[in-house]
T-cell receptor, first 115, second 116 residues
Framework: AQKVTQAQTEISVVEKEDVTLDCVYETRDTTYYLFWYKQPPSGELVFLIR??????QNEISGRYSWNFQKSTSSFNFTITASQVVDSAVYFCALSCNQAGTALIFGKGTTLSVSS | EPEVTQTPSHQVTQMGQEVILRCVPISNHLYFYWYRQILGQKVEFLVSFYNNEISEKSEIFDDQFSVERPDGSNFTLKIRSTKLEDSAMYFC??????????????FGPGTRLTVL
């Protein structure tokens, strides 16, 4: 069975601090995909990144970076120099390697950034 | 930039009533999905739809639920007889459906369903 665990329920930081959101996953598939989505207070789900299981290279996009480690089944997300606009719920998700299949979401981490 | 749209943004209904939630997926996408999120909880998969058929469904998607693509643009979720526990945010999503790999699901803004 597939499972995603986001152990951090809530994190509070002050602006300009760096913050890392943890994600640990379980799957028996050898090929799979991992995702991060952002849910701001307005409620929509915004896609941030997709990573396949064959690509363990870290990725950086502006202030966002992702660290995928297959050996520890983790796909952590770091926000550098956090801003108030980063305040949101962040979901990690997992799917198998087939179009049309379910995304399995973690319970989410609520990030609060204060000024 | 193309996006998934959903109507209405908020639906209030009485227990036992039927509701239809509407979605317009991104135009060149082939796979469509419904998810729900009970307040404060995680997002849960309901169903995926491809080529006018259900591709996959979860245990939540019982006989009270149905999906339909009534025309070339809309994708609907019907709940036949709503219960209090159906109160949730319902998200529609779509993906390109590329052959070679799982593709990215893009979500609509959601419909908040309140059952009284």
């Amino acid at each position: 069975a597939q499972k995603v665990t986001q152990a951090q329920t809530e994190i509070s930081v002050v602006e300009k601090e760096d913050v890392t959101l943890d994600c640990v996953y379980e799957t028996r598939d050898t090929t799979y995909y991992l995702f991060w989505y952002k849910q701001p207070p307005s409620g929509e789900l915004v896609f941030l990144i997709r990573r396949n299981s064959f690509d363990e290279q870290n990725e950086i996009s502006g202030r966002y970076s992702w660290n995928f480690q297959k050996s520890t089944s983790s796909f952590n997300f770091t926000i550098t120099a956090s801003q108030v606009v980063d305040s949101a719920v962040y979901f990690c998700a997992l799917s198998c390697n087939q179009a049309g299949t379910a995304l399995i979401f973690g319970k989410g981490t609520t990030l609060s950034v204060s000024s | 930039e193309p996006e998934v749209t959903q109507t209405p943004s908020h639906q209030v209904t009485q227990m036992g009533q039927e509701v239809i939630l509407r979605c317009v997926p991104i135009s060149n996408h082939l796979y469509f999905y419904w998810y729900r999120q009970i307040l404060g909880q995680k997002v849960e998969f309901l169903v995926s739809f491809y080529n006018n058929e259900i591709s996959e469904k979860s245990e939540i998607f019982d006989d009270q639920f149905s999906v339909e693509r009534p025309d070339g643009s809309n994708f609907t979720l019907k709940i036949r007889s709503t219960k209090l526990e159906d109160s949730a945010m319902y998200f529609c999503a779509s993906s390109e459906g590329t052959i070679s790999s799982t593709d990215t699901q893009y979500f609509g803004p959601g419909t908040r369903l309140t059952v009284l």
